[in-house]
């Protein structure tokens, strides 16, 4: 293999392939990045065996050929590395670089020891990147904790032209809904640390008007990105998602209409007395305001009062100041609808402006 | 052929896997067989074909790829005949363990939080591994989880630190919890309780900590013996005791020791802790400790070769919190090295001793009196020659800096001299060490000898 290319070039691809390497995994060669040179551009390569990363970027090749290097070490050289042209060259297992007078071997390992990467078969759908960038602000909502597996991943859902993304841990749920012009259907849940990833990537993409193309094969229970001259093919996680339409409430006993600014302020607040217990902030909805308090045995009170404009009846609801909050950052308009269902019911939050977008949180129960 | 065909199809796939396995083990690499071949499984056997079950499609392609001529030559090896081979992804295999998939996950559920803490998932009946040590107290919990406040009402777990009493008593409720969700569960420490008391007290609501704790219906109280001497505690204890007692809810308590060895406890308190069933855990036994690191092992989805697992058990008689310590940081180290495990890459964790080796001082008086060329008699007497006086002084240095020993007990050593003597020795050595190369050499060496 023998090939040459623009520091600045290979750094940025180079750098977003390392992420998705294995670190602790018993097998050394999935620490590696696979290099392989094929005509007129550079395939590089990395894996944990959850996900896999493919990029491609044009160079200039003078020789075909592939190695595996370990990636720390090359993301290291070339990072220090000015904006010059390297040349890269391979001498059985041992990669050469050279660039004017620096010249630098690395140990590497047969290609053939590397992984290969699942890659999509038959058609995909495909939808512009910025509608898949807008799932950012639902991604939060999801399940850290591996205790129930299946919420730790992103439900995608295509049915009757309608793209769902949901996302929940059973405290809060965000969901959001792209229309695209395709009447397949399918159904996937990605892992969360996948889902980040790809908007990471697509985040990176600087050409505009880039589609994002996805193919699952759910007898493999694997998804493929094709998103411009990347390849993320993922893992999904199995397990059937809660039914999630039957948690947004329909109609409502009260809806206001609330600055979020001024909300966001309220909650930080309110936060600092709702330290103990549930994290517990109550609102007494009244007709022109939200009166927030919360209280700590140990520590105090306080209360507070934020414009609202109301309709609809009286209520009092008691939240976790964390998942109030969680939600009111991501919405991330200048105003919001709430609406009320009754305080042991689902509160319906929803970003003024933004087609699609929408939260579901659930209340607390006041002892 | 018919024949052929039946004798084929009664051959147990399980073990046919093994033996392809022991075939492919040596044709490839420890890791890769570890990694691609250990967790696939061979599902079916046909006439022509062998279905091979993997986690993913990562394992599907890399096997396929990769590694099936191998596969097929083993097949053939072991089966007599050339099979096709054909995989399935099942993605239940990459879920560990521990962590299994429900049908349907449950709807949303309104977030419990009340103002009761919830218990400890982690900690239930079912994990709990019993053993020589723990057999009664496990059954004892058995009981009362089947029939809280009637079976043995209070239940008091004694025994040292990290032996299971907090995991028996939260596994307890976990499983009461499981079978009648509504069940109000309070768990607290001694220390909560008293924390909550004295809340109570100052701002003046009472009322509030009585209803709180005499409305449960199980009380559950961790480390007791921090009553000690809290008469207040005690007594709203008490009433909190009889009244849940009365109305048959649950009482579980345990304690680093049995109730009449907690001292400045009522006597009425006493008794009423004997009142119920009182059991005591010891530390677990050796065959307990291996099924414990097995049972740790899998939990964290890790697999370690049975003889290392019994080469920590035997070398750990501690309790189990510090036997789990152990392995978690000998599967880090391994993992972080790259290491296989191997009694050999784990026998530097087994052969540093836990604690320090403890030092006889009449042996260190000896030591010295050795590498001085004393006797003991002169070194501890009353003469206050030159070439004793060092000695003594560079003992009483030892004596009290290496081994801790008040200066009052090296005194006593050295001939019943005063303690002022001793600081007076000791300070004089410590500024010695850095300025005379020479003093510092003989502490050196006069160290190396028992050390």
Same mark, same amino acid.
């Given at each position: 293999?023998?090939?040459?290319?623009?520091?600045?070039?290979?750094?940025?691809?180079?750098?977003?392939?390392?992420?998705?390497?294995?670190?602790?995994?018993?097998?050394?060669?999935?620490?590696?990045?696979?290099?392989?040179?094929?005509?007129?551009?550079?395939?590089?390569?990395?894996?944990?065996?959850?996900?896999?990363?493919?990029?491609?970027?044009?160079?200039?090749?003078?020789?075909?050929?592939?190695?595996?290097?370990?990636?720390?070490?090359?993301?290291?050289?070339?990072?220090?590395?000015?904006?010059?042209?390297?040349?890269?060259?391979?001498?059985?297992?041992?990669?050469?670089?050279?660039?004017?007078?620096?010249?630098?071997?690395?140990?590497?390992?047969?290609?053939?020891?590397?992984?290969?990467?699942?890659?999509?078969?038959?058609?995909?759908?495909?939808?512009?990147?910025?509608?898949?960038?807008?799932?950012?602000?639902?991604?939060?909502?999801?399940?850290?904790?591996?205790?129930?597996?299946?919420?730790?991943?992103?439900?995608?859902?295509?049915?009757?032209?309608?793209?769902?993304?949901?996302?929940?841990?059973?405290?809060?749920?965000?969901?959001?809904?792209?229309?695209?012009?395709?009447?397949?259907?399918?159904?996937?849940?990605?892992?969360?640390?996948?889902?980040?990833?790809?908007?990471?990537?697509?985040?990176?993409?600087?050409?505009?008007?880039?589609?994002?193309?996805?193919?699952?094969?759910?007898?493999?229970?694997?998804?493929?990105?094709?998103?411009?001259?990347?390849?993320?093919?993922?893992?999904?996680?199995?397990?059937?998602?809660?039914?999630?339409?039957?948690?947004?409430?329909?109609?409502?006993?009260?809806?206001?209409?609330?600055?979020?600014?001024?909300?966001?302020?309220?909650?930080?607040?309110?936060?600092?007395?709702?330290?103990?217990?549930?994290?517990?902030?109550?609102?007494?909805?009244?007709?022109?305001?939200?009166?927030?308090?919360?209280?700590?045995?140990?520590?105090?009170?306080?209360?507070?009062?934020?414009?609202?404009?109301?309709?609809?009846?009286?209520?009092?609801?008691?939240?976790?100041?964390?998942?109030?909050?969680?939600?009111?950052?991501?919405?991330?308009?200048?105003?919001?609808?709430?609406?009320?269902?009754?305080?042991?019911?689902?509160?319906?939050?929803?970003?003024?402006?933004?087609?699609?977008?929408?939260?579901?949180?659930?209340?607390?129960?006041?002892? | 052929?018919?024949?052929?065909?039946?004798?084929?199809?009664?051959?147990?796939?399980?073990?046919?896997?093994?033996?392809?396995?022991?075939?492919?083990?040596?044709?490839?690499?420890?890791?890769?067989?570890?990694?691609?071949?250990?967790?696939?499984?061979?599902?079916?056997?046909?006439?022509?074909?062998?279905?091979?079950?993997?986690?993913?499609?990562?394992?599907?392609?890399?096997?396929?790829?990769?590694?099936?001529?191998?596969?097929?030559?083993?097949?053939?090896?072991?089966?007599?005949?050339?099979?096709?081979?054909?995989?399935?992804?099942?993605?239940?295999?990459?879920?560990?363990?521990?962590?299994?998939?429900?049908?349907?996950?449950?709807?949303?559920?309104?977030?419990?939080?009340?103002?009761?803490?919830?218990?400890?998932?982690?900690?239930?009946?079912?994990?709990?591994?019993?053993?020589?040590?723990?057999?009664?107290?496990?059954?004892?919990?058995?009981?009362?989880?089947?029939?809280?406040?009637?079976?043995?009402?209070?239940?008091?777990?004694?025994?040292?630190?990290?032996?299971?009493?907090?995991?028996?008593?939260?596994?307890?409720?976990?499983?009461?919890?499981?079978?009648?969700?509504?069940?109000?569960?309070?768990?607290?420490?001694?220390?909560?309780?008293?924390?909550?008391?004295?809340?109570?007290?100052?701002?003046?609501?009472?009322?509030?900590?009585?209803?709180?704790?005499?409305?449960?219906?199980?009380?559950?109280?961790?480390?007791?013996?921090?009553?000690?001497?809290?008469?207040?505690?005690?007594?709203?204890?008490?009433?909190?005791?009889?009244?849940?007692?009365?109305?048959?809810?649950?009482?579980?308590?345990?304690?680093?020791?049995?109730?009449?060895?907690?001292?400045?406890?009522?006597?009425?308190?006493?008794?009423?802790?004997?009142?119920?069933?009182?059991?005591?855990?010891?530390?677990?036994?050796?065959?307990?400790?291996?099924?414990?690191?097995?049972?740790?092992?899998?939990?964290?989805?890790?697999?370690?070769?049975?003889?290392?697992?019994? &080469? #920590?058990?035997?070398? @750990?008689?501690? !309790?189990?919190?510090? %036997?789990? *310590?152990?392995?978690? +940081?000998?599967?880090?180290? /391994?993992?972080?090295?790259?290491?296989?495990?191997?009694?050999?890459?784990?026998?530097?964790?087994?052969?540093?001793?836990?604690?320090?080796?403890?030092?006889?001082?009449?042996?260190?008086?000896? &030591? #010295?009196?050795?590498? @001085?060329?004393? !006797?003991?008699?002169? %070194?501890? *007497?009353?003469?206050? +020659?030159?070439?004793?006086? /060092?000695?003594?002084?560079?003992?009483?240095?030892?004596?009290?800096?290496?081994?801790?020993?008040?200066?009052?007990?090296?005194?006593?050593?050295?001939?019943?001299?005063?303690?002022?003597?001793?600081?007076?020795?000791?300070?004089?050595?410590?500024?010695?060490?850095?300025?005379?190369?020479?003093?510092?050499?003989?502490?050196?060496?006069?160290?190396?000898?028992?050390?």
């Amino acid at each position: 293999m023998k090939f040459s290319i623009l520091q600045q070039d290979l750094l940025p691809v180079l750098s977003s392939v390392s992420r998705s390497v294995g670190i602790r995994s018993t097998l050394p060669v999935l620490g590696n990045i696979l290099i392989s040179a094929e005509e007129k551009k550079i395939k590089l390569v990395s894996t944990n065996l959850e996900i896999g990363v493919i990029k491609y970027i044009s160079a200039d090749v003078l020789e075909e050929g592939e190695i595996t290097i370990p990636a720390k070490t090359i993301v290291e050289l070339i990072q220090s590395l000015g904006s010059v042209k390297i040349d890269f060259e391979t001498e059985g297992e041992i990669l050469n670089i050279s660039s004017g007078k620096f010249k630098a071997s690395i140990n590497g390992i047969g290609a053939n020891e590397f992984p290969v990467i699942p890659l999509p078969e038959g058609t995909g759908i495909s939808f512009k990147k910025e509608e898949l960038k807008s799932c950012a602000q639902i991604l939060f909502a999801s399940a850290v904790d591996e205790g129930r597996p299946v919420l730790t991943g992103i439900l995608t859902q295509l049915s009757g032209g309608r793209l769902d993304f949901v996302a929940t841990d059973g405290f809060r749920l965000a969901h959001k809904e792209v229309k695209i012009d395709d009447l397949s259907e399918f159904k996937s849940l990605i892992p969360r640390k996948t889902f980040e990833e790809v908007l990471r990537i697509v985040g990176e993409v600087v050409e505009d008007e880039v589609g994002i193309e996805i193919y699952t094969n759910s007898s493999q229970n694997q998804i493929i990105f094709k998103i411009a001259q990347t390849v993320v093919s993922s893992r999904l996680i199995e397990g059937s998602f809660p039914s999630w339409e039957k948690i947004i409430p329909s109609e409502f006993k009260a809806r206001a209409v609330i600055d979020r600014g001024e909300l966001v302020s309220a909650a930080k607040l309110a936060s600092v007395f709702a330290k103990t217990d549930a994290n517990t902030v109550t609102f007494k909805v009244q007709k022109d305001r939200f009166i927030i308090s919360s209280q700590a045995k140990e520590l105090g009170s306080q209360i507070n009062e934020v414009e609202a404009q109301v309709e609809g009846e009286e209520l009092e609801i008691a939240y976790n100041s964390k998942f109030l909050l969680d939600v009111l950052s991501a919405a991330d308009t200048t105003q919001l609808i709430m609406e009320f269902s009754g305080p042991l019911s689902p509160t319906l939050v929803k970003p003024v402006g933004v087609e699609g977008l929408e939260y579901i949180l659930m209340p607390v129960r006041l002892s | 052929m018919d024949k052929l065909s039946t004798k084929i199809l009664s051959v147990d796939p399980e073990a046919s896997w093994q033996k392809i396995l022991d075939i492919v083990k040596v044709e490839v690499s420890e890791s890769n067989f570890n990694l691609w071949f250990k967790s696939a499984e061979l599902t079916e056997i046909t006439d022509t074909k062998l279905t091979l079950s993997v986690p993913s499609a990562f394992f599907f392609e890399q096997l396929k790829i990769r590694y099936l001529p191998l596969l097929m030559k083993a097949a053939k090896e072991v089966l007599g005949k050339e099979f096709l081979i054909d995989f399935r992804v099942d993605p239940s295999k990459a879920v560990k363990k521990k962590t299994k998939i429900k049908e349907e996950e449950d709807m949303f559920s309104m977030p419990q939080v009340s103002t009761l803490p919830r218990l400890n998932p982690k900690f239930t009946l079912a994990n709990f591994v019993v053993g020589l040590s723990n057999n009664v107290a496990y059954a004892a919990a058995q009981a009362v989880a089947q029939n809280p406040g009637n079976a043995y009402n209070p239940l008091f777990f004694y025994g040292g630190t990290g032996v299971g009493k907090t995991h028996l008593m939260l596994g307890i409720g976990n499983a009461i919890l499981a079978k009648k969700p509504e069940t109000k569960i309070i768990y607290c420490s001694s220390e909560k309780f008293m924390n909550d008391y004295v809340d109570a007290i100052k701002t003046n609501k009472m009322g509030d900590l009585r209803n709180k704790y005499r409305s449960t219906d199980i009380l559950l109280v961790d480390d007791i013996q921090f009553f000690s001497g809290r008469e207040g505690t005690q007594e709203e204890f008490f009433h909190t005791f009889n009244e849940l007692q009365t109305k048959n809810s649950q009482i579980i308590l345990t304690s680093d020791r049995p109730p009449n060895d907690i001292a400045k406890i009522e006597e009425r308190l006493k008794s009423r802790f004997q009142g119920g069933l009182m059991i005591d855990i010891q530390t677990p036994d050796y065959d307990t400790r291996v099924a414990i690191l097995q049972a740790k092992c899998q939990e964290k989805g890790e697999t370690l070769p049975e003889d290392v697992i019994k &080469a #920590i058990a035997s070398s @750990f008689e501690t !309790n189990i919190r510090e %036997l789990e *310590g152990k392995l978690v +940081q000998i599967l880090q180290t /391994l993992k972080t090295q790259n290491l296989p495990p191997s009694v050999e890459n784990i026998s530097r964790f087994i052969n540093t001793p836990i604690k320090t080796v403890s030092l006889d001082p009449k042996k260190i008086l000896t &030591a #010295i009196c050795g590498y @001085f060329h004393l !006797n003991l008699k002169d %070194l501890s *007497g009353p003469k206050r +020659q030159k070439g004793l006086v /060092l000695p003594r002084h560079i003992a009483m240095y030892i004596l009290t800096e290496e081994l801790s020993l008040t200066v009052e007990k090296t005194g006593g050593l050295l001939g019943g001299r005063d303690h002022t003597t001793v600081m007076h020795g000791r300070d004089r050595i410590k500024k010695l060490i850095n300025t005379d190369r020479e003093v510092q050499k003989m502490v050196i060496e006069v160290k190396q000898t028992f050390l």
